[in-house]
């Protein structure tokens, strides 16, 4: 196991390599700059700003400059947002991303769960059939389309909740958003619990502890649910890092303090620093939930090895 977790994070480092290179060229080379303005700026200040931020060397010497600062832990500074590093940004928004996505990644995933053995159980019946009406509903509509409805319908007419903002220690302002977030999660995990349960239900040695007297919940609990959460368990690090990165719409949407505002304000005025920081963020953030995900796996099936 120690070896298999040695050259996973051996694997790591090349997989983040091509990826903040793809990522910094792409920014780059795409139209328009920090500095474009409606109003043009003189030239001589406009010089003055892109050798500030080095935008006035070569491409190539620009990306060894970014990632000889990258080794050095240094995300660099924003170049929209005055008197504030990258690093300062997103210590300021991150904190409050990561409990919006946690709270809506534990209650989906414990929803989702419970949705998809409830089907599984009662296959063909009624139950099935109102759950999979409700995991379409989450599937088909959009975050930001679903987070606009909710704003609607319990914000502005029946105003049962906050429409949008923030207030400290306000649960209220986040249970729309984290409702947005949770429901196509939950519906994912929902689905493939139940496709996942029914196979289990149906092989060999669940029908012999049937056959042996054992009761409907002793075989759910004792022999159903392990085998069939691991294809759940598989999702659940893509799933998780799904939540955050799609937090920064939903935070957008309704007005929420985190790094959605930064990241999306950012990307519109082509702020480099900034905009690959939050990439390089959540880009560690995933690459630490695979490892994770794939190490769940010898705990839930002991016939995994890892050679």
Same mark, same amino acid.
């Given at each position: 196991m120690l070896t298999y977790v040695l050259r996973r994070l051996a694997s790591i480092i090349p997989v983040a390599f091509i990826a903040v290179t793809a990522c910094f060229f792409?920014?780059?080379?795409?139209?328009?700059?920090?500095?474009?303005?409606?109003?043009?700026?003189?030239?001589?200040?406009? /010089?003055?700003?892109? +050798? +500030?931020?080095?935008?006035?060397? *070569?491409l190539v010497i620009q990306y060894f400059i970014y990632i000889g600062r990258l080794l050095r832990g240094d995300l660099g500074p924003?170049?929209?947002?005055?008197?504030? @590093?990258?690093?300062?940004?997103? !210590?300021?928004?991150?904190?409050?991303?990561?409990?919006? %996505?946690?709270?809506?990644?534990?209650?989906? @995933?414990?929803a989702g769960i419970a949705a998809g053995t409830i089907a599984a159980v009662n296959q063909n019946k009624w139950p099935d059939y109102v759950l999979v009406l409700v995991v379409m509903i989450g599937l088909i509509i959009p975050?930001?389309?679903?987070?606009?409805?909710?704003?609607?319908?319990?914000?502005?007419?029946?105003?049962?909740l906050p429409a949008g903002g923030w207030q400290n220690g306000s649960m209220a302002h986040l249970v729309m958003p984290v409702i947005v977030l949770a429901w196509p999660h939950a519906a994912r995990i929902s689905r493939l619990m139940r496709g996942s349960m029914i196979e289990v239900l149906g092989s060999n040695y669940v029908r012999t502890a049937k056959a042996k007297g054992l009761g409907e919940r002793l075989v759910l609990s004792r022999h159903?649910?392990?085998? !069939?959460?691991?294809?759940?368990?598989?999702?659940?690090?893509?799933?998780?890092?799904?939540?955050? @990165?799609? =937090?920064?719409?939903?935070?957008?949407?309704? =007005?929420? *303090?985190?790094? %959605? /505002?930064?990241?999306?304000?950012?990307?519109?005025?082509?702020?480099? %620093?900034?905009?690959?920081? @939050?990439?390089?963020?959540?880009?560690?953030?995933?690459?630490?939930?695979?490892?994770?995900v794939d190490l769940a796996y010898a705990w839930l099936d002991p016939k995994v090895r890892y050679r």
């Open positions: 792409i920014l780059r080379l795409a139209p328009g700059g920090p500095f474009d303005q409606e109003r043009a700026l003189p030239p001589a200040i406009l /010089r003055n700003l892109r +050798a +500030a931020y080095d935008l006035d060397q *070569p924003s170049m929209v947002v005055q008197d504030f @590093t990258v690093s300062q940004l997103l !210590a300021l928004g991150l904190p409050f991303s990561l409990m919006l %996505g946690l709270f809506a990644f534990v209650i989906a @995933t414990v975050n930001f389309l679903m987070g606009s409805i909710l704003q609607l319908v319990f914000g502005v007419y029946l105003r049962w159903a649910i392990k085998p !069939a959460l691991i294809p759940v368990v598989s999702y659940l690090g893509p799933g998780l890092s799904y939540l955050l @990165t799609g =937090s920064l719409i939903v935070e957008q949407i309704f =007005s929420l *303090p985190g790094i %959605g /505002r930064y990241f999306i304000n950012a990307a519109l005025s082509r702020d480099y %620093g900034l905009v690959l920081g @939050t990439v390089i963020l959540y880009m560690a953030i995933i690459l630490v939930l695979n490892l994770l």
